[in-house]
């Protein structure tokens, strides 16, 4: 997420009233996530184990709960919750808009798309030409839908990630400042949730076909052309390539990739990454011969035990 006109350190520093080391004119345009922070990013890490990893992006601020060496280049911003400081960003950058109309004035509606009744759209949405969005879809703020893309009723587009940190009151949410983008000639089913970035974009690739009731984390990227079968569960920060196929109740865990061409049968848990141009099945995830085989060889353990006990 850019922010509308760079910051200088201090100014940051200022928002969330916190410490800062670095020049205080340090140039800050904007926050991410640690998987898509590029230079002028901030990005935050409160736990030891993943100082390294934070130091050592792209992102140039990190927003940190102790003061560490900074590295060359970069800036740190020490405050003793950075999860509740990097909320307190996005809600002064991405503040949540109340609608007064079922179709916001400042969203733009390309030429021959069709809008049915009972549908929202939010602040600042923008559907292209020859779109057909059915009765009971919500689509949320920032949302970018291309041409020729169809939405069938009861879709929601950009409901908050499902991203939370346990704390001793209970649980506190991560919110949401990010979008959802929907690329041209993309289907979308009826009963549809796809959850917008928490800072960066939750995008459905050109020509991509999703069925009924299928679920989109945060800040996954679906490729081109690809199909993806009802009561489907894609986790947060996931990466599909193209010309994936993935067939009903298939679920995977999050910050995965699943390699183009792959082809994953129904009901399959997709506990880790797997390469593309092959076929998938069962959970723990095996290439599909290697898992019907074992499956077959299962089969034929109580004529083993039989003959067994005839000997």
């Known amino acids: 997420m850019k922010f509308p006109k760079p910051h200088t350190l201090q100014q940051i520093a200022q928002l969330i009233n916190c410490e800062f080391v670095g020049n205080e004119n340090f140039e800050v345009l904007g926050m991410n996530e640690i998987h898509v922070v590029e230079p002028g990013d901030i990005v935050f890490v409160d736990h030891p184990k993943y100082y390294d990893k934070a130091l050592n992006s792209a992102a140039t601020i990190i927003l940190i709960n102790k003061e560490v060496d900074c590295p060359e280049g970069k800036a740190l911003l020490i405050s003793d919750d950075p999860f509740r400081d990097f909320n307190k960003l996005t809600n002064h950058f991405k503040p949540f808009v109340p609608s007064s109309s079922a179709i916001s004035d400042t969203a733009k509606i390309g030429k021959n798309t069709i809008i049915?009744?009972?549908?929202?759209?939010?602040?600042?949405?923008?559907?292209?030409?020859?779109?057909?969005?059915?009765?009971?879809?919500?689509?949320?703020?920032?949302?970018?839908?291309?041409?020729?893309?169809?939405?069938?009723?009861?879709?929601?587009?950009?409901?908050?990630?499902?991203?939370?940190?346990?704390?001793?009151?209970?649980?506190?949410?991560?919110?949401?400042?990010?979008?959802?983008?929907?690329?041209?000639?993309?289907?979308?089913?009826?009963?549809?949730?796809?959850?917008?970035?928490?800072?960066?974009?939750?995008?459905?690739?050109?020509?991509?076909?999703?069925?009924?009731?299928?679920?989109?984390?945060?800040?996954?990227?679906?490729?081109?052309?690809?199909?993806?079968?009802?009561?489907?569960?894609?986790?947060?920060?996931?990466?599909?390539?193209?010309?994936?196929?993935?067939?009903?109740?298939?679920?995977?865990?999050?910050?995965?990739?699943?390699?183009?061409?792959?082809?994953?049968?129904?009901?399959?848990?997709?506990?880790?990454?797997?390469?593309?141009?092959?076929?998938?099945?069962?959970?723990?995830?095996?290439e599909s011969r290697e898992k019907l085989k074992d499956l077959a060889y299962v089969k034929k353990i109580p004529e083993i035990l039989k003959q067994l006990k005839e000997k």
Not at 134 to 139: K, M, P, Q, R, Y
Not at 156 to 179: H, M, T, W
């Open 116 to 286: 049915q009744p009972n549908c929202f759209i939010g602040n600042n949405v923008t559907i292209g030409d020859n779109c057909v969005i059915h009765s009971n879809v919500s689509i949320y703020d920032d949302t970018i839908i291309g041409n020729n893309v169809t939405i069938h009723a009861g879709c929601v587009l950009g409901a908050s990630a499902f991203y939370y940190k346990n704390r001793p009151e209970g649980f506190d949410q991560l919110k949401s400042g990010g979008r959802v983008i929907i690329k041209d000639n993309v289907d979308i089913g009826a009963m549809c949730s796809i959850d917008r970035g928490v800072t960066g974009d939750t995008t459905i690739g050109e020509g991509s076909k999703l069925d009924n009731q299928i679920q989109v984390g945060h800040d996954t990227v679906i490729g081109k052309k690809c199909l993806i079968a009802s009561q489907t569960g894609i986790a947060g920060c996931c990466i599909i390539e193209d010309e994936v196929t993935l067939w009903g109740q298939v679920g995977t865990t999050s910050g995965i990739t699943i390699g183009k061409k792959a082809n994953v049968l129904g009901q399959t848990g997709v506990t880790k990454s797997i390469a593309g141009g092959k076929s998938y099945f069962g959970t723990p995830i095996e």
